[in-house]
Protein backbone atom coordinates (compact mmCIF):
# COMPACT_ATOMS: atom_id res chain seq x y z
CA UNK A 1 0.00 0.00 0.00
CA UNK A 2 0.99 3.36 -0.83
CA UNK A 3 2.73 4.79 2.49
CA UNK A 4 1.68 8.51 1.84
CA UNK A 5 -2.15 8.48 0.33
CA UNK A 6 -2.49 11.01 -2.83
CA UNK A 7 -5.22 13.58 -1.62
CA UNK A 8 -7.47 12.55 -4.40
CA UNK A 9 -7.61 9.05 -3.04
CA UNK A 10 -8.15 9.87 0.39
CA UNK A 11 -11.34 12.28 -0.67
CA UNK A 12 -12.49 8.89 -2.60
CA UNK A 13 -11.82 7.13 0.20
CA UNK A 14 -13.61 8.96 2.97
CA UNK A 15 -16.46 9.23 0.66
CA UNK A 16 -16.26 5.49 0.04
CA UNK A 17 -16.10 4.53 3.47
CA UNK A 18 -18.84 6.99 4.66
CA UNK A 19 -20.89 4.86 1.83
CA UNK A 20 -20.02 1.60 2.78
CA UNK A 21 -21.51 1.88 6.33
CA UNK A 22 -24.93 4.59 5.37
CA UNK A 23 -25.89 2.24 1.85
CA UNK A 24 -25.80 -0.98 4.52
CA UNK A 25 -27.37 1.11 7.49
CA UNK A 26 -30.35 2.51 5.12
CA UNK A 27 -30.97 -0.88 3.63
CA UNK A 28 -31.10 -3.08 6.58
CA UNK A 29 -34.29 -3.74 7.87
CA UNK A 30 -36.30 -3.36 4.61
CA UNK A 31 -39.29 -5.45 5.06
CA UNK A 32 -39.40 -7.53 1.43
CA UNK A 33 -43.16 -6.26 1.50
CA UNK A 34 -42.68 -2.55 1.74
CA UNK A 35 -40.30 -2.97 -1.20
CA UNK A 36 -43.46 -2.23 -3.85
CA UNK A 37 -44.98 0.64 -2.59
CA UNK A 38 -42.21 3.22 -3.95
CA UNK A 39 -44.68 2.62 -7.11
CA UNK A 40 -47.18 -0.63 -6.62
CA UNK A 41 -45.80 -3.39 -9.04
CA UNK A 42 -42.68 -1.90 -9.65
CA UNK A 43 -39.06 -3.25 -8.32
CA UNK A 44 -37.57 0.39 -8.41
CA UNK A 45 -36.25 -0.22 -5.01
CA UNK A 46 -34.68 -3.65 -5.56
CA UNK A 47 -32.92 -2.59 -8.49
CA UNK A 48 -31.81 0.32 -7.42
CA UNK A 49 -30.21 -1.46 -4.39
CA UNK A 50 -29.20 -4.55 -6.62
CA UNK A 51 -27.75 -1.95 -8.94
CA UNK A 52 -25.39 -0.18 -6.47
CA UNK A 53 -24.44 -3.15 -5.34
CA UNK A 54 -23.19 -4.51 -9.08
CA UNK A 55 -21.80 -1.31 -9.95
CA UNK A 56 -18.94 -1.92 -6.89
CA UNK A 57 -18.47 -5.20 -8.35
CA UNK A 58 -17.80 -3.81 -12.23
CA UNK A 59 -15.04 -1.27 -10.68
CA UNK A 60 -13.36 -4.22 -8.61
CA UNK A 61 -13.43 -6.11 -12.21
CA UNK A 62 -12.16 -3.25 -13.79
CA UNK A 63 -9.54 -3.37 -11.62
CA UNK A 64 -8.81 -7.02 -12.25
CA UNK A 65 -11.05 -8.68 -9.06
CA UNK A 66 -12.70 -11.38 -10.42
CA UNK A 67 -15.53 -11.16 -7.80
CA UNK A 68 -19.40 -11.55 -9.02
CA UNK A 69 -22.69 -10.77 -6.60
CA UNK A 70 -25.05 -13.67 -6.04
CA UNK A 71 -27.28 -11.73 -8.64
CA UNK A 72 -24.96 -10.48 -11.42
CA UNK A 73 -27.33 -11.65 -14.08
CA UNK A 74 -29.70 -9.70 -13.42
CA UNK A 75 -27.55 -6.40 -13.31
CA UNK A 76 -24.71 -7.04 -15.88
CA UNK A 77 -23.95 -4.92 -18.73
CA UNK A 78 -26.57 -1.78 -17.10
CA UNK A 79 -29.85 -4.01 -17.47
CA UNK A 80 -32.55 -1.94 -17.10
CA UNK A 81 -35.15 -2.35 -13.75
CA UNK A 82 -37.19 -5.68 -14.70
CA UNK A 83 -40.93 -5.62 -13.46
CA UNK A 84 -41.69 -9.62 -14.14
CA UNK A 85 -39.14 -10.98 -12.04
CA UNK A 86 -38.44 -11.33 -7.77
CA UNK A 87 -35.58 -9.66 -7.62
CA UNK A 88 -33.21 -11.34 -4.18
CA UNK A 89 -33.83 -10.15 -0.75
CA UNK A 90 -32.11 -7.07 0.26
CA UNK A 91 -30.32 -9.24 3.06
CA UNK A 92 -28.92 -11.18 -0.19
CA UNK A 93 -27.62 -7.60 -1.75
CA UNK A 94 -26.19 -6.81 2.18
CA UNK A 95 -23.93 -9.45 2.27
CA UNK A 96 -22.70 -8.93 -1.57
CA UNK A 97 -22.08 -5.37 -0.47
CA UNK A 98 -20.15 -6.68 2.32
CA UNK A 99 -18.23 -8.73 0.91
CA UNK A 100 -16.38 -6.79 -1.79
CA UNK A 101 -16.59 -2.85 -0.12
CA UNK A 102 -13.38 -4.14 1.91
CA UNK A 103 -11.91 -5.64 -1.02
CA UNK A 104 -12.38 -2.81 -3.53
CA UNK A 105 -11.35 -0.44 -0.49
CA UNK A 106 -7.55 -1.62 -0.53
CA UNK A 107 -7.70 -2.05 -4.66
CA UNK A 108 -8.25 1.61 -4.71
CA UNK A 109 -5.34 2.48 -2.07
CA UNK A 110 -3.04 0.36 -4.22
CA UNK A 111 -3.71 2.54 -6.92
CA UNK A 112 -0.96 5.27 -7.97
CA UNK A 113 -1.34 8.48 -9.82
CA UNK A 114 -0.42 6.88 -13.22
CA UNK A 115 -2.96 4.39 -12.25
CA UNK A 116 -5.89 7.53 -11.24
CA UNK A 117 -4.90 9.55 -13.91
CA UNK A 118 -3.97 8.06 -17.42
CA UNK A 119 -6.17 9.26 -19.81
CA UNK A 120 -8.37 5.82 -21.30
CA UNK A 121 -10.66 5.41 -24.39
CA UNK A 122 -9.90 1.58 -24.25
CA UNK A 123 -13.70 0.17 -23.46
CA UNK A 124 -17.09 2.34 -23.76
CA UNK A 125 -18.14 3.49 -19.96
CA UNK A 126 -14.43 3.55 -19.57
CA UNK A 127 -13.16 6.67 -21.24
CA UNK A 128 -11.65 9.13 -18.90
CA UNK A 129 -9.34 8.64 -16.03
CA UNK A 130 -9.89 6.01 -13.07
CA UNK A 131 -10.53 8.57 -10.76
CA UNK A 132 -12.89 10.12 -12.97
CA UNK A 133 -14.68 6.51 -12.80
CA UNK A 134 -14.49 6.79 -8.87
CA UNK A 135 -15.66 10.20 -8.78
CA UNK A 136 -18.90 9.17 -10.70
CA UNK A 137 -19.50 5.82 -8.80
CA UNK A 138 -18.74 8.05 -5.56
CA UNK A 139 -21.50 10.53 -6.71
CA UNK A 140 -23.72 7.48 -8.12
CA UNK A 141 -24.05 6.48 -4.38
CA UNK A 142 -25.08 9.28 -3.25
CA UNK A 143 -28.18 9.34 -5.28
CA UNK A 144 -29.12 6.28 -4.55
CA UNK A 145 -28.32 6.49 -0.74
CA UNK A 146 -30.40 9.59 -1.02
CA UNK A 147 -33.39 8.07 -2.77
CA UNK A 148 -33.85 4.93 -0.76
CA UNK A 149 -33.38 7.47 1.99
CA UNK A 150 -36.27 9.05 0.70
CA UNK A 151 -38.32 6.36 -0.05
CA UNK A 152 -37.85 4.90 3.68
CA UNK A 153 -38.95 8.19 5.28
CA UNK A 154 -42.45 8.01 3.11
CA UNK A 155 -43.08 4.68 4.26
CA UNK A 156 -42.81 5.88 7.89
Sequence with gaps: MNSKIDIHTEK???SYDVHTSLFSKIIEGIIERDLHHFIPGSNQIPWLIGSQVQLRYEAASWMGINKKQKAEALFRNNKEVQHDITYPSVTSFNEDWKRISPILRNAILE???????TYSEKEPGKRGTF???L???IQRETNCIAMI?????ILT
Design 149 to 153: TLWRG
Design 111 to 117: LDDEDLF
Design 131 to 133: YDL
Design 135 to 137: SHI
Design 12 to 14: IIE
